[in-house]
């Protein structure tokens, strides 16, 4: 089993999330009192968001570089980025290493071609909706892909910062992301990517009629995936 290397902290919340998948899935292929070999950096996050705020992603890039630089030199094989926000900066830290990056887009991409899904909806930060490294990689892979009018862009990163990075998971703004996504799906999704790791924690597995896909899940059992072989 090689050595996950997982860049966290953005937010603690799902790195929580990133670490018992792992492990669970880790149980179910190999049984017994196996668990997965993980290292993580954990980062603080409130100075990064002030930089992403600021545009300043040349920063945030060489952050998250030295995250991973580290963690190689600590003995991981592979590096995982647990959000898909900094995805935004994952050609600086596949340059920084000389260990495999399991890209958090791929994952669900395949996972979204095994479903069946042409059209896709993607719910994320706004960085993660509105510019090109997420929306245009999905398109690469041949899917078609909604997102949310302007006002709900606000409203979804809105929530994602001020109450689901902070662990506050309120009937309300469930409410307003259901909304969100019927929305959505009237408009011809198929399925709907919950592009942001702490989604999943708000929006559970039945809550909808159209299909969602929890990158945070997908994205940890792809690590898992690469690091069994």
């Not at 300043?56 to 030295?66: E, I, K």
């Not at 958090?104 to 490294?133: H, N, P, Q």
């Not at 990689?137 to 997102?147: A, Q």
Request: a negative charge; hydrophobic letters at 45%; one cysteine or more.
């Amino acid at each position: 089993m090689k050595i996950i290397g997982l860049v966290g902290g953005m937010s603690w919340e799902s790195s929580l999330e990133y670490y018992r998948v792992m492990n669970e899935v880790v149980k179910a292929r190999l049984g017994g009192l196996h668990s997965a070999r993980i290292l993580m950096n954990s980062l603080d996050f409130a100075p990064l968001r002030e930089r992403m705020c600021a545009g300043d992603w040349a920063f945030v890039g060489g952050h998250l570089a030295d995250a991973a630089r580290t963690l190689e030199a600590a003995g991981a094989e592979l590096v995982v980025i647990g959000t898909n926000t900094m995805h935004k900066v994952a050609p600086e830290v596949e340059a920084a290493t000389s260990v495999p990056l399991v890209h958090i887009a791929d994952a669900t991409a395949e996972v979204a071609r095994a479903g069946g899904y042409s059209k896709v909806a993607l719910l994320g930060t706004i960085f993660t909706m509105e510019d090109d490294f997420y929306v245009g990689r999905l398109k690469e892979h041949g899917f078609e892909v909604l997102v949310p009018g302007a006002e709900d862009r606000k409203l979804v990163d809105r929530v994602i910062f001020d109450e689901l990075c902070k662990g506050t998971f309120s009937d309300s703004s469930r409410a307003e992301f259901l909304r969100v996504i019927d929305g959505l799906a009237a408009q011809g999704a198929e399925a709907v990517i919950l592009g942001c790791t702490e989604i999943g924690l708000l929006v559970r597995p039945g809550d909808t009629l159209v299909p969602t896909l929890d990158t945070c899940r997908i994205h940890a059992e792809a690590a898992v995936k690469a690091a069994l072989g």
